[in-house]
């Protein structure tokens, strides 16, 4: 192979014409002096000799095939130059081509962002059209959305107003009762004040003339006998003792003042309760009710009144004394209570009802007093369902002669919870009071006061109610009141009894003589705002609790 003298050991040749003298081979270091066409190699003497010497191996002389290649390289030199030539006219024509190309493209470009920029333009336009319009119709909104709201913020202001008065008359008008009382009780105290002063300047003067007429023994025998006098009248009025009985007699008036609220029937109520029930007014029952039997209360001034004769259902204003018949020829109606400002519900007695459900004995009632739907429960022997409404909202319904008390959720109908007394039996009303506890007539002038569980709290009974009694409940303070007959003196008195829930009797609060046009006793009612209603089987008299001295 050849290959160039190693640096520093480079052999010394002699120069031919046309043959670089270093040129060497990589085997042997010699010079080259032969070319092989058959193996294509460049060799030297010693290669020649021993690898090249025999055929198919054609050897020419180095000299020879240098001459040779370079006279075809020289050969060659016009073309490389027309060659050059020509490259240079192509390379003008691609600058040309280039030039014209970068020109001529820049130019379709320029075009088609114009073309594009006019395209565009219309669809900038048109959104700007849209976003204008999006956005007047958006301002219209709000405008109209803000005037909404405003309408509703005055609408609400307005309501909120009216609410905000209601409350604010309510508290004027018991503030106004509160300040009467005040005003009662410091009048009153005043004039004992003044009482008691004046008996305090009289021994004061009749001191100042004990010491006076003690000066002088004549003045003494002459004065004594009237101040002596004087003396005596004084200790007879026994003032001190009037005045402390008086002042008693106003904290036990005071004392009996209460500032009573609370829910009854979704509405809320509040008032001033005094010390002395007053009768306020009495209202006659039309005598086109033959034989009244008062039967609960429709709602704060209306009573559901109920002809014995014929089950004719009434209400009675108790405000504007006006009585209307509301149902024709019904069921006897045992109780009823509004459940909340829309419905009433009712107790009934049916004597129609078979197999082991009491349909229609429940009903629920709209204030038009049409029918809403009826309510069914088991049905155990009579046929006569007492209700009431608790705190809740759930209707209390039993079955007369039966033990068994059921708590209705009035949105279903379904019995929610099932109360069984021990060894008692349901005689007729059924009372909840707020407490959760619930009131049952046991007998005839008896009351069990029992948990939701059916455990006996208290029995309410007294020997002076006689063979026959009537019990309800005032909401707002769990305060009972029995109505029973009295018939001291030859006549029938009805008697109401204030009573506690654990059967202590507090007082008994009016009487009123029972009329011979109905025979059957009736229950007071008291109002959510404190009115006591009696009924003597003629007239309603309406009780209002006052502040008297």
């Not at 390379?91 to 920029?117: E, G, M, P, R, W």
């Not at 045992?334 to 419905?343: A, E, G, H, L």
């Not at 002669?401 to 708590?407: D, F, V």
């Amino acid at each position: 192979m050849a290959a160039r003298f190693p640096e520093g050991n480079q052999v010394q040749l002699r120069p031919q014409k046309g043959h670089d003298m270093t040129w060497s081979c990589d085997k042997h270091g010699e010079p080259i002096a032969f070319y092989c066409k058959k193996h294509g190699l460049f060799v030297c003497d010693r290669c020649a000799i021993k690898e090249h010497c025999q055929k198919p191996c054609e050897l020419d002389d180095i000299e020879d095939v240098i001459f040779e290649r370079k006279k075809k390289v020289d050969e060659k030199q016009p073309e490389i130059q027309e060659l050059q030539k020509q490259m240079k006219a192509l390379d003008l024509k691609i600058k040309t081509a280039l030039a014209f190309s970068d020109t001529n493209l820049q130019t379709v470009n320029n075009n088609i962002q114009a073309s594009y920029h006019n395209k565009i333009k219309p669809v900038k336009e048109k959104e700007d059209r849209m976003i204008r319009v999006i956005n007047e119709e958006a301002e219209e909104e709000i405008r109209l959305v803000n005037e909404k709201r405003e309408k509703r913020i005055k609408d609400c202001h307005i309501e909120r107003e009216k609410e905000r008065k209601i409350i604010r008359d309510e508290e004027e008008k018991l503030l106004s009762d509160a300040k009467k009382i005040t005003e009662i009780v410091f009048k009153k105290i005043k004039d004992l004040t003044n009482k008691s002063q004046h008996v305090i300047n009289t021994i004061k003067n009749i001191e100042c003339t004990i010491t006076r007429i003690n000066q002088r023994d004549e003045t003494l025998v002459n004065e004594a006998p009237q101040v002596l006098a004087s003396i005596d009248e004084n200790l007879s009025l026994n003032v001190h003792q009037d005045v402390s009985d008086c002042l008693h007699r106003i904290e036990n008036a005071i004392q009996g003042v209460k500032f009573v609220e609370g829910k009854v029937g979704g509405e809320y109520y509040d008032r001033i309760d005094g010390n002395k029930w007053e009768l306020v007014k009495s209202i006659h029952i039309p005598s086109r009710v033959n034989k009244p039997w008062v039967r609960g209360l429709v709602s704060e001034d209306e009573i559901c009144v109920q002809d014995g004769d014929n089950n004719n259902t009434y209400v009675t204003n108790i405000n504007t004394k006006h009585t209307e018949k509301v149902i024709d020829e019904g069921v006897l109606i045992t109780s009823c209570v509004p459940m909340d400002s829309n419905v009433i519900v009712c107790g009934k007695r049916r004597d129609d009802c078979t197999g082991d459900r009491l349909n229609g004995c429940i009903t629920l009632y709209d204030r038009q007093r049409k029918v809403f739907r009826d309510i069914s429960i088991p049905r155990n022997g009579y046929t006569s369902v007492h209700v009431d409404v608790d705190r809740d909202g759930m209707i209390i319904a039993s079955q007369s002669n039966q033990s068994n008390i059921y708590i209705i959720n009035p949105a279903d109908d379904k019995i929610v919870n099932a109360i069984t007394m021990q060894g008692k039996k349901v005689r007729g009303v059924i009372q909840a009071l707020s407490s959760g506890d619930i009131v049952v007539k046991t007998g005839y002038d008896k009351y069990t006061v029992i948990s939701r569980s059916g455990e006996e709290k208290a029995v309410i009974y007294s020997d002076e109610w006689g063979w026959w009694s009537e019990c309800r409940v005032d909401k707002l303070t769990d305060i009972l009141y029995i109505v029973h007959l009295d018939r001291a003196n030859n006549t029938c008195t009805i008697a109401v009894d204030q009573v506690s829930q654990d059967g202590i009797i507090q007082a008994r609060i009016v009487e009123y003589v029972q009329s011979d046009r109905s025979r059957v006793l009736s229950p007071c009612f008291i109002t959510p705002s404190g009115n006591l209603v009696g009924f003597d089987g003629n007239k309603l008299h309406l009780y209002k609790k006052t502040f008297v001295l």
